[in-house]
C-alpha cells in the first residue's frame, strides 16, 4: 500500500474528539454519559440569524461564495471591531474564514518556513502545535501555570524569544483554563513584543464576550497600536452567537498578511458557505443582549461547578475570569487507585477510569500541555453540570 505523508506522523487526533467519541460509543451501548468534553455553547442560533440564512436562500445566494468574504459580512465585521475593540481595519485587511480554525492554519501556512519558531503559552488549545507543525514549524511552549492565574508573564515571553522566532500566540480568554489577562498585563507583554519588531502576533480572541464579574476584555492590539500592522486578530460567530456549526470565522491583520492567507484559503477550500455568511452578518449586525444574557449563564454555571469541584477530594480549581472551562488540578487524585480497580498514575488514568466507572467525559490536561489537570466544559445545562459534579465527587471519594 503507498505510505502515507509523513508529516502525519507529528499530527495527534484532537483529545477532546477522542474523548467526545469514546462517550458516544458508551452512549449508544445504552449507558448514560455527562460530557464534558467539546467546547460548544448548548445555546441555539439566536433566530434573526437564521432567519437571515432562510431568507438568503430563498433569494438565490446559493452559488459560489467570494473567496475572502461577502461584502455585506466584511463590512459587519468591520463595524465589530469599531464597535467592540476600537479598531479600524479596511475591506483588504479582513478575512472570512471556515471557523476561527482555519485562519490560524492560513496564517501558519502563508508565514512559517521549516524550522521557525512559533510562541505559544501552555495551557493551549490542542490544535495550535500541531498546526505549526503541519506548517513546517517548530512550537514552542512557555509554562503558565496556575499560580500565575494561568497566564503569560513577561519575563517568560522575554526568555522564549529566539532569532528563529515567527510568531507569538495569545488566546486569552484561555481555552482550557478560562484565564484571561486585564489591560495592565496585555501592555506588559505589548511591552515586549515593541522590542522585537520582526515577530508576527497572533491573538485568538474567540472567546472575548464571555467574561464575567465585571472583567473587562481587551485585545493587544487595541492596547498598544504601535503593535497593529504585524497582529492578526482570530474570532467568529462560533462561541459568542453559538453558531459552531455553520463554520463562519473572520480575522483582521495587516493587508500583506490577509493577501497571503487569502491565497492560501483560494488552494484549500476558497470561500465560505453563502447562506452562512448571510446569518453571521445578522449575527454581528443585531440586537446584542443575548450575548450578555448567556454570560450571565455561564458565570452561574461556572460558579456551581468551581463550587462543587473544590468539594471533591484530591481536586483544586482555580475560578477562571472568562470562556467556558475549568481546569481544575487533580494532583491529589495521583498515585491512587479507582474502586474498579484503575491505577490513577497520570490525568489520562483519571479522565479513562472517571468515564469507565462514573460515566463523566473530560479531556486529560496533558492533552493542552499541563499536567495533572483535566478540562471541563461547562457549556451545557445546569441539571447535567450538577449530576456530573456530584458523580466527580463520588468517584474522588472512592480513591484509596
Known sequence: MPALAS???????????????????????????VSLTTGE???????????????AALAGQTKYPPQGGTPELKAAVQRKFKRDNNLD????????????????????????????????????????????????????????????GFKLRPEDLEAAITPKTKWVMLNFPNNPTGAACSRSEMKALAAVLLKHPDIWVLTDDMYEHLVYDGFEFCTIAEVEPRLKDRTLIINGASKTYAMTGWRVGFCAGPASLIKGMFNMQG?????????????????LD??????????EEYRRRRDMVVEMLNQAP????????????????????????????????????????????????????????MSPYVRISYATDMESLRTACLSIQEFCKGLS
Open 89 to 148: 481595519y479596511s475591506m483588504d485587511e479582513i478575512l472570512v474564514t471556515n471557523g476561527g480554525k482555519q485562519g490560524i492554519f492560513n496564517a501558519f501556512m502563508a508565514t512559517v518556513d521549516p524550522g521557525d519558531e512559533v510562541i505559544i503559552p501552555s495551557p493551549f488549545w490542542v490544535s495550535y502545535a500541531d498546526m505549526v507543525k503541519v506548517a513546517g514549524g517548530v512550537p514552542v511552549t512557555v509554562s503558565c501555570p496556575q499560580n500565575n
Open 7 to 33: 508529516r502525519l506522523a507529528n499530527v495527534k487526533v484532537s483529545a477532546s474528539v477522542a474523548m467526545t467519541i469514546k462517550a458516544r460509543e458508551l452512549a449508544a451501548e445504552g449507558v448514560k454519559v
Open 286 to 295: 443585531g440586537p446584542q443582549e443575548l450575548v450578555k444574557e448567556r454570560a
Open 267 to 283: 488552494q484549500a477550500t476558497s470561500g465560505v458557505s453563502t447562506v452562512g455568511q448571510a446569518a453571521a452578518v445578522a449575527a
Open 41 to 55: 455553547p448548548d445555546f441555539d442560533t439566536p433566530p434573526h440569524a437564521i432567519e437571515a440564512a432562510h431568507k
Open 314 to 369: 484530591g481536586v483544586a480549581c482555580h475560578k477562571p475570569e472568562g470562556a467556558f472551562y475549568v481546569f481544575p488540578n487533580i494532583a491529589g487524585c495521583i498515585g491512587k487507585t479507582s474502586k474498579g480497580g484503575k491505577k490513577i498514575e497520570t490525568d489520562m488514568d483519571f479522565a479513562v477510569a472517571l468515564l469507565d466507572e462514573a460515566h463523566v467525559a473530560v479531556v486529560h490536561g496533558a492533552a493542552y500541555g
